[in-house]
């Protein structure tokens, strides 16, 4: 039996690089889908797996071992599905923009949620900042500061012209890191920056709508280039998403991954409170009295509704 990592997943093919230091193409074991995954895709980039050899130099995975974490969002197409964005990572990176496209907070707090569910710590990597004009760097500001304030890193970067990078690279020295967010916030242009020789393809904003064209089209493991001594760190590249649905939270749980909320949801008068109506609720009141950001009210109010799979839909 053959063991391995993950590295690149091109639909039903996966690649996966050997303990002996070879990489090989692979396929899922044909049995291996019927234990009732509900997953679109079973297998994941960073996952360890192991492999029958095949006869024509291929391979099949027949078994993934247990995973550390993994970050999922819902399937766009099947709802009742979910989409495992990479497995066994040490931190996220959200690459987000105030414009050029513009990136939500409410795309922004489902994101961090989900990553709260699946203990996945994440920063928040604020793009092309030689792009900006004064009002949108102080809606940047304000955003930074928001999060900032709930515990997030924030991070803010050009990598147009490398502003920042020096800060960015010693985040992800050591680690594996899965680098997320809409299509056109600049991710292949960070990749490359990062990774002299990555050669990602990027692609130009659509002058009609301001919004990006998906360039990545499938998830890939790479390597970072060492520096001195440093731990090796990877990253995975993932294609650009459009919309963040949550998966398989029940409503109770989601306060507990919204920390500012949850916070505050020690002085309500009920445990199970859930700060939509509620007399005694220290959420509302905090609402009320500008303690908590409307922006993150909102996004908690569209996590609890997440149920009804038409309203989904038509967040998307």
Not at 32 to 54: E, I, K, M, Q, Y
Not at 165 to 191: D, M, N, R, Y
Request: aromatic share 8%; hydrophobic share 35%; glycine share 8%.
């Amino acid at each position: 039996m053959t063991h391995g990592l993950v590295i690149k997943n091109t639909g039903s093919w996966y690649t996966v690089r050997t303990d002996e230091g070879s990489t090989v193409e692979c396929k899922v074991k044909g049995t291996f889908r019927l234990r009732g995954l509900r997953h679109t895709n079973p297998v994941a980039v960073g996952d360890r797996v192991s492999l029958v050899p095949g006869t024509d130099g291929t391979a099949l995975i027949s078994e993934i071992e247990e995973r550390r974490n993994y970050i999922i969002r819902r399937s766009i197409n099947l709802s009742k599905q979910s989409h495992i964005l990479a497995a066994n990572v040490d931190q996220a990176l959200l690459v987000v923009t105030v414009a050029h496209p513009q990136t939500t907070t409410t795309f922004i707090d489902r994101f961090l949620a989900s990553a709260e569910a699946y203990r996945i710590p994440v920063v928040l990597v604020f793009n092309k900042l030689d792009l900006l004009s004064d009002a949108e760097a102080e809606e940047q500001n304000r955003l930074s500061s928001l999060y900032a304030q709930i515990g997030y890193q924030c991070l803010p970067v050009s990598a147009a012209t490398g502003q920042g990078f020096g800060e960015l690279t010693e985040l992800l020295t050591g680690k594996v890191s899965v680098v997320s967010g809409h299509s056109g916030v600049g991710k292949s242009t960070i990749i490359n920056r990062l990774i002299p020789g990555a050669n990602l393809r990027t692609a130009e904003l659509s002058r009609a709508w301001d919004v990006g064209q998906h360039t990545t089209t499938f998830s890939e493991m790479l390597s970072l280039p060492r520096h001195d001594d440093a731990a090796e760190g990877y990253i995975i590249d993932t294609p650009g998403i459009k919309g963040f649905g949550t998966f398989d939270m029940e409503p109770e749980e989601i306060t507990s991954y919204f920390r500012d909320i949850f916070t505050l949801s020690a002085g309500c008068r009920f445990s199970n409170c859930t700060h939509t109506h509620e007399p005694g609720c220290a959420v509302l009141a905090a609402l009320e009295s500008h303690r908590l950001a409307p922006s993150r009210y909102q996004s908690y109010l569209s996590m609890l509704t997440d149920k009804d799979e038409s309203r989904y839909r038509e967040a998307q």
